[in-house]
């Protein structure tokens, strides 16, 4: 696993212009540290009494070793895909992790909610709540902060029909047994 931690100035982020190939790509290299180790986390939790969320975990033993850490929560995430070529889908990961914390934290996930029957899975199958990154970039893009609004509202309705559905009348009614495997 990488452990990453990012920090942007309000100030804006310093991008290299004046480099041959992307700077993009080199500002994204700054920002990772390979030295960073799970013991950092303690530090880091003293930094702050804030709950402590580690985002990228898709292992049972990394979830188990993040409950160890005092994290809080975890986000179960393959970063939208964008990392590692060939990555376990967060959705795959989730059965396993699920059990592997037993409780002991809150599990988020995101990657791939496009539509509420994906919520619905994800409630399913022992997430806490889903999480948005694209989605959430292209209302904006769309129109503005009015095409964010709409994109998660068009998601609540979607999800408040496929529970409606599935039979369900209330969130705790949402369990495995909505989700079939092949
Ligand atoms: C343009 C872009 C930039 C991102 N930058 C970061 C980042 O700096 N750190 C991070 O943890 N995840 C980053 N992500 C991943 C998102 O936080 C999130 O995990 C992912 O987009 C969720 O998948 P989805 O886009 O399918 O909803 C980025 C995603 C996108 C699309």
Redesign the pocket.
Same mark, same amino acid.
């Given at each position: 696993m990488v452990i %990453?931690v %990012?920090i942007r100035a309000l100030s804006g982020l310093n991008i290299p212009q004046e480099h041959e190939e992307s700077g993009l790509l080199v500002y994204f290299a700054q920002?990772l540290d390979s030295s960073i180790t799970w013991r950092d986390l303690e530090w880091l939790q003293s930094l702050s009494p804030l709950p402590l969320v580690l985002?990228?975990i898709l292992r049972g033993d990394d979830a188990t070793r993040a409950v160890e850490c005092g994290a809080k929560a975890i986000?179960l995430?393959?970063? =939208? =895909? *964008?990392q590692l070529d060939g990555a376990i889908a967060s959705l795959d990961a989730l059965c396993e992790i699920v059990e592997a914390v037993d409780s002991r934290l809150e599990v988020l996930l995101? $990657? =791939?909610? *496009?539509r509420g029957i994906d919520i619905l899975k994800a409630l399913a199958l022992g997430a806490r709540a889903v999480? #948005? $990154? *694209?989605?959430v #970039?292209w209302g904006l893009a769309a129109d503005g902060e009015a095409g964010v609004a709409h994109v998660i509202s068009l998601l609540k309705d979607e999800f408040d029909v496929a529970i409606a559905l599935s039979g369900c009348a209330k969130l705790q009614d949402i369990n495995s047994s909505l989700v079939f495997k092949s």
């Open positions: %990453y %990012y920002q985002k990228g986000v995430s393959n970063h =939208g =895909g *964008r995101d $990657g =791939g909610i *496009r999480l #948005l $990154g *694209r989605p #970039l």
